[in-house]
């Protein structure tokens, strides 16, 4: 699969402000950002959460399109025709992709988080977390039918980072240690495990989903964004101003 560059990528209906720590820099991107959270099929919430976002936001979605939700795929056919809204690549997304290069090998991780209920959405029955062989093969078959060449190379060809001004938008997080340039795929894809232990010292504010919290939240330069969407029904966007004021609108 072809790697691309790093750096070439609650709550209510009224926007809520976040309480913020002025001893860090303020986060504040080139021109206004609405990040949305992991949206794992639902697609419902995703057109009700974008009818809230007011004009002039570039819209970033940090990735996990897919499983978990009723509609995973539809989500992906939606996304992959707005040239409006930039989109990551979620560890969901690479899963599913490992799936469909390697059934056999790599498959069952996915099925095992969130693939069977995408599986059977396009009708593939009969797979449980075991399946192996040619159940696994005949189901790499048949998602592939379902995406169709042009959209699974728009998956294939998700970036991992999309950056502007002091703000980093990734899927799940990055080594706090290291500058963006040097940040491996797998974190930010996967997340870091010094994430949450230790704060940046460049003045980066990480934007990012991955994590789910009750809450939404904007503190020691990390902006948690995902909520739950698939299980809580609630999909959160964050508004990131270029004057440093975040805030929160959900579907």
């Known amino acids: 699969m072809k790697k691309k560059s790093l750096l070439s990528r609650l709550f209510g209906k009224e926007p809520k402000p976040v309480s913020m720590d002025w001893s860090l820099t303020p986060p504040k991107p080139e021109t206004p950002l609405a990040v949305i959270g992991d949206i794992h099929g639902r697609l419902d919430l995703l ?4 009818a809230q976002i007011p004009d002039g936001y570039q819209v970033v979605c940090v990735g996990d399109y897919i499983d978990r939700g009723p509609s995973s ?3 992906l056919r939606f996304l992959s025709e707005r040239d409006d809204i930039i989109c990551l690549k979620g560890n969901h997304e690479a899963m ?5 290069s390697d059934p056999d090998e790599k498959g069952r991780r996915w099925v ?3 693939g ?3 599986l059977a959405e396009i009708g593939v029955n009969g797979l449980t977390e075991m399946s192996g062989g040619m159940k696994l093969f005949e189901a790499q078959n048949k998602m592939y039918d379902a995406l169709g060449e042009r959209l699974a190379g728009w998956i294939e060809e998700l970036p991992v980072i999309h950056a502007s001004g002091n703000i980093v938008v990734v899927h799940a997080g990055a080594d706090p240690a290291k500058s963006i340039d040097e940040q491996k795929q797998r974190h930010l894809i ?3 495990r010094e994430f949450f232990v230790n704060e940046r010292t460049d003045g980066l504010w990480i934007a990012h989903g991955h994590t789910i919290f009750d809450q939404p939240s904007c503190e020691k330069g990390r902006i948690s964004l995902d909520t739950g969407a698939f299980a809580t029904g609630r999909l959160t966007a ?5 004057d440093g004021t975040v805030t929160f609108v959900q579907s």
């Open 47 to 50: 057109r009700d959460l974008l």
């Open 73 to 75: 795929v539809e989500v």
């Open 96 to 100: 599913m992709l490992d799936f469909l």
């Open 112 to 114: 095992r988080n969130g």
């Open 116 to 118: 069977l209920q995408t």
């Open 190 to 192: 996967w997340g870091h």
């Open 238 to 242: 964050g508004l990131i101003s270029v």
